[in-house]
Each structure stands twice: as structure tokens, then as C-alpha cells.
């Protein structure tokens, strides 16, 4: 354990606020509201969850996406995709998904009932400009692919970065995001030191009852951490889950207009127009019929 002046307390607690989104579905965002816009480089925080079919069995049907990257982590039900690379594929419980949208990506996600359950994050992740027109990528992993450290009362899983030796299978250069989902047992304390100086670092909780550097968090509240050496989370009486997400700021102005993020409110007009033109795809599957012509 680093010294008490060497953990990261908490500089603000964000509470997550309820948000419609694709065919009626509500999310859970505390990245991307009034309270806290951006977070660079991370631009949106949303966590899904709901054991009614009803409420988002509609899904979120295509939509495009210019100039960032998705992740997805699903931790109860399915989810189906389907993209203008060609790619489809059926996220389920513990799978993730990193998408880049680069240069313009249409896509689906619809979830598939499976016990009635739906629950898990998607974090948008900034580009910086040289890479906002790049090709879009598409990665998939599958969750006996994402490696686990278990300790005494301690369960890590380690989807972007490092942590105690174990790498996660995603990985990205130009944030060198750090993203753990953490479960602790009742009472024990997780301390974490390898986030790079300069990091933007928060963490989320959504299971349980936990402390950050001795301050009490809230269920399903982002507490956005200060400078330090050492992440500090203890469980309370209860065990507590959460995320622990770090990545270096890109620094760049960011203009946002729904599903496009971009330097300048000109690149935001021009993706608007290539996308009402057919125009936004600028890397599509090129199908055998295609291919021979």
C-alpha cells in the first residue's frame, strides 16, 4: 500500500442520470451530461441494465459513428452486431467489443433475451485528429480470451491495459487506456499502482458498497479521481464491483454533435452532410457479387 498522501481521493462524484437512447432504450450515462461533458479522453459512460424484455428488447438499430472508438463489456445478457465493415457478432455475459469508428461506421446493436436479462457499459473513447478520418476497426473478445488475477477476497479482470503482470487483449496507443472490473469481498482494500503519470483516472461502481481513498461512493456514482500514486478502493460491508478506467488526454477541442466527434464544428458539419448523402462509409465490405464486377 502507497502512503495516505500518494492515493488518488476523489475530486468529484458524478451521480449517473437516466438517458433514451437508440429505439427507447434507457441508459445510465455520468460521462457525457450537464455535470460532467467530457472526461478526456473518455466522452461517454453509459451502463445498460434491465431483467424486462420489454424495455429493451427494440434495441439500437443502425446508427452511425465518426471520429472515436467504442467499448463495449457485457456482463449479463446478449447483444447482436452488425456493422458496414461486414462484421457481425453476438456479445455475451463477460464478452467485450472495441470498435473504431474512425473515418464513419453504420451499425447495430440489438440485444437477445436471455433470462430477461440485459446489463453491461459502453465507454466512447476519443481519437485524436490525425486518427478521426483513419479506416474503421473492428475487434471482438471473447471472455475466456480476457485474463483474470484472483487473490484472497480480490477478482480482477483485466480487458484494457495491465495489471499485476496479466495484459489485457485490448490495447490502445494513443490513450493507453487502463479498464478493470474489480470485485471485491466484504471489507478487503484493492490497491493499484500502475496507472502512468498524467492519467485521467476514475472509477464506477455498480455493485455493493465501497470507499475511494477512505470516501464513501455510491452505488452507480463515477468518482473522478485527483492526482497520485495509488487507486485506493476498499468494500464495505458488502462486496463491492466496480470499474477502475485510466487514460492519457489527448488535449485536443472536442465538438460533439450526437454520434459524431470531431476538432471543429466544420468537420462536424461535413460529417453530417456525408452521412445524410451516403457518404459517411468510406470503408465498406465489398460483397463476391462486388468483387467481380
Known amino acids: 500500500m502507497g502512503k495516505t498522501t500518494d492515493r488518488r481521493t476523489i475530486a468529484q462524484c458524478v451521480p449517473?442520470?437516466?438517458?433514451?437512447?437508440?429505439?427507447?432504450?434507457?441508459?445510465?450515462?455520468?460521462?457525457?451530461?450537464?455535470a460532467l461533458h467530457h472526461l478526456d479522453p473518455f466522452l461517454m459512460l453509459d451502463y445498460f441494465n434491465s431483467d424486462r424484455p420489454d424495455e429493451y428488447i427494440a434495441g439500437f438499430p443502425e446508427h452511425p459513428h465518426r471520429g472515436f472508438n467504442t467499448f463495449t463489456y457485457m456482463l449479463d445478457g446478449c447483444m447482436q452486431h452488425g456493422d458496414s465493415m461486414g462484421n457481425t457478432g453476438n456479445l455475451g455475459?463477460?464478452?467485450?467489443?472495441?470498435?473504431k469508428a474512425g473515418s464513419g461506421v453504420i451499425h447495430s446493436?440489438?440485444?437477445?433475451?436471455?433470462?430477461g436479462l440485459l446489463r453491461g457499459f459502453q465507454l466512447w473513447v476519443n481519437l485524436p485528429a490525425v486518427e478521426k478520418m483513419s479506416p474503421p476497426a473492428y475487434q471482438e473478445v471473447a471472455a475466456e480470451d480476457i485474463p483474470e488475477v484472483v487473490r484472497e477476497g480480490v477478482r480482477v479482470r483485466v480487458l484494457?491495459?495491465?495489471?499485476?503482470?496479466?495484459?489485457g487483449p485490448v490495447q490502445d496507443a494513443h490513450t493507453e487506456v487502463v479498464y478493470l472490473d474489480v470485485t471485491l469481498s466484504p471489507g478487503v482494500s484493492f490497491d493499484y499502482d500502475g496507472?502512468?503519470?498524467?492519467?485521467?483516472?476514475?472509477v464506477y461502481l455498480f455493485e455493493g458498497a465501497a470507499a475511494v481513498a477512505g470516501?464513501?461512493?455510491?452505488?452507480?456514482?463515477l468518482a473522478v479521481l485527483a492526482e497520485g500514486t495509488v487507486v485506493n478502493v476498499t468494500a464495505?460491508?458488502?462486496?463491492?464491483?466496480?470499474?477502475?478506467?485510466?487514460?492519457?488526454?489527448?488535449?485536443?477541442?472536442i465538438?460533439?454533435?450526437?454520434?459524431?466527434?470531431?476538432n471543429t464544428h466544420g468537420e462536424i458539419k461535413q460529417a453530417m452532410s456525408d452521412y445524410h448523402h451516403g457518404r459517411l462509409v468510406q470503408e465498406r465490405r465489398i460483397t463476391p457479387s462486388e468483387d467481380q464486377s
Open 16 to 34: 449517473s442520470l437516466a438517458v433514451t437512447e437508440g429505439a427507447g432504450v434507457t441508459v445510465h450515462r455520468s460521462i457525457g451530461t450537464p
Open 195 to 202: 496507472i502512468a503519470e498524467g492519467a485521467t483516472v476514475f
Open 255 to 262: 465538438v460533439q454533435q450526437g454520434p459524431f466527434v470531431m
Open 109 to 115: 446493436e440489438m440485444p437477445r433475451q436471455e433470462d
Open 160 to 167: 484494457l491495459g495491465e495489471y499485476a503482470d496479466q495484459q
Open 215 to 221: 470516501e464513501h461512493l455510491a452505488q452507480h456514482q
Open 93 to 99: 455475459p463477460g464478452d467485450a467489443q472495441w470498435m
Open 236 to 253: 464495505g460491508g458488502s462486496a463491492a464491483r466496480f470499474l477502475l478506467v485510466a487514460g492519457q488526454p489527448i488535449g485536443e477541442p
